[in-house]
């Protein structure tokens, strides 16, 4: 095992790895970006200006020759996530791969064996284990603040992705349930304590979005969790005025309410409107709720630095892929559900599918 800063490279330009390109600089004391790669020309070297990283790659392939290197985040689009996650695992670096965990289960698997067999470490970048708000509802809930809890409500939502692969379901996976309602899904498991999911529900359709992709933009899920607990997980990809992220929490000795977003804003109005207030807000002008230290309130500098002290066998990973492969059976089972009209119960393993909506929209939807 090294020591000092853990060497990172990232794989991707864009939103996420942006994200991550800052984490690292805003905790530095851990880990270093010391590459990126990319494949559009000019994208990785622009990442690289913005926070000084030294190397920059088109091919992450390439990238994964650098020897150095021992720990590879990737922010790419979730169909390529197998596919790097193996590359990293056999050229001996550590992972963090971003939500949601892959394409199929198969693939989960895959992941899963191959970091096992390489011995690197699978991490699963599920930010909301590390959200301080929400640590701090999920420590007073084991602390018994809330008696029993019996449910747990996580709710996403904003006008639809920035990114065109989003809306393509071969590259996505799905809509709105893949791509938010994994921190749903991931929440509720980790704040009840990782009980097994029973049975997942979903209502689903596309409401807004239908001239840009088969996807959904509006879900409902309702998780039944062993032991009692249900889980409640409402996303949308069709809800104007930017983002909005909120838990709730009800046992039968107290309820709290986390509102991620709002409750960490300053409620303004503005005639002339001002640079940025939250991601993916339409506009500053009028009535806005600008955040202040928006990845901080997240939780992605903390979980970055959690990753890199893994590494280092300082701290025990707490997102992982198995995380991610619980989460992905249940985003399978929610789609499945959203075809039969009911409740599907896990285990549950589709065969042969190629993505998750499959099980909604049937293997021909294009
Ligand atoms: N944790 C979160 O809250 C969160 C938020 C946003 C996105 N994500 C996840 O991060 C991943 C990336 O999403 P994004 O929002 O950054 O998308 P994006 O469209 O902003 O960026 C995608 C990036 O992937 C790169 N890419 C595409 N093909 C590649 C290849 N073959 N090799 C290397 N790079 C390649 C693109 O060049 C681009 O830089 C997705 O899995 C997404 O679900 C997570």
Redesign the pocket.
Known sequence: MGNGKVKVGI?????????HAASFQLMPEEAEVVAV????PG??AE?AGRYGIPRVFL??REMLREPDIEMVT?????A??RQ?TCDAARAGKHVV????FAMTLEEGDEMIDVCRAEGVLLMY???LFFTPKYVKAKEMADQGAFGKVHLVKQSEKHFG??????WDVSK?GGGVWM??G??GIAFCYWFLGRPKIESVYCQMGTYVHGDKTIGEDEVIGIIEFAGGALGMVEDSWARRGGMDDRIEVFGDGGVTYGNLHMGNALPTYSESGYGYAVEKAPSTTGWSYPVFEELWN?G?PQEMRHFARCVRGKETPQATGEDGRVVLEALCAGYASAGLGSKVALPYRPKGLRRPIDGWKGAAAK
């Open positions: 794989i991707g330009s864009k939103f996420e790895a942006d994200i790669a990319s494949p559009t994208n990785a990442l091919d992450y990737i922010a790419a689009p979730n390529l996530h790097m791969c971003e939500k949601p970048a599920e930010e992705p920035h990114g065109d692969w989003f996505s791509d938010m994994c921190h997240y992605f």
